[in-house]
């Protein structure tokens, strides 16, 4: 009965080690909404014209998105962006859920400084952070997940600021670990987040204001 036990244990060391990527790998997360489609035009937003200019990375150290760190093996995966540049990627991220919800948003052009001139409201911010980690553990992997951002917008029709920050967190455990859970996590965080600011704001006169 020993040897059986002891056969079985290093079958699943086998089996863990097989799932993973080549060690110290940096790997690519997909950063997107989970709308399903039916939702497209879910929210009116009177004709309300947005743009979404370049964010600000202001997370501590501008790191990687987090890692993956797996028992039996000596070093690190981590985890990141295509691009490496997150706050670019949630700028677009913004664009796509507000189109999402019915709204006419876009992503400002690079070095256009009049691309905001033609919109209702002009949103910027910072991303203060980003973080989607993994650990290993004897039969289970631990997937943690946060997402901070300072979101300002700016109506072009009297000049008025709105400002909120939104945030979110959130784990879960898996038998098996694949990269999509990972993806799915921080996915699902951040358009948690992002309903936030559909919930707090309404529009008046293409105007956005908090309720």
């Not at 990269?179 to 948690?192: F, P, R, V, W």
């Amino acid at each position: 009965m020993r040897t059986r036990t002891v056969l079985f244990a290093f079958g699943v060391g086998l089996i863990a080690l097989a799932g993973c990527a080549d060690t110290g790998e940096v790997v690519t997360l997909k950063i997107r909404t989970t709308l399903p489609a039916t939702e497209a035009t879910a929210k009116t937003s009177d004709g309300l014209r947005v743009i979404v200019a370049a964010f600000e990375d202001a997370r501590p150290g501008m790191k990687r998105l987090g890692f993956y760190n797996h028992r039996w093996e000596s070093q690190t995966h981590y985890f990141d962006v295509p691009g490496g540049k997150p706050a670019e990627v949630v700028a677009s991220v913004i664009a796509e859920y507000l189109k999402q919800k019915g709204w006419r948003a876009e992503v400002a052009k690079a070095g256009d400084a009049s691309s905001g001139g033609s919109a209702d409201v002009t949103l910027t911010g910072k991303l203060l952070d980003m973080t989607v980690n993994a650990k290993s553990r004897v039969f289970w992997t631990n997937i943690t997940a946060s997402t901070k951002m300072a979101i300002q917008a700016k109506n072009t029709a009297d000049d008025s600021v709105i400002r909120m920050t939104l945030n979110g967190e959130g784990s879960r455990s898996v038998f098996w670990f694949e990269l999509e859970d990972a993806q799915s996590l921080i996915n699902e965080i951040l358009t948690d987040n992002l309903e936030k600011l559909l919930t707090n704001t309404k529009v008046e006169n293409n105007i956005l204001r908090l309720k």
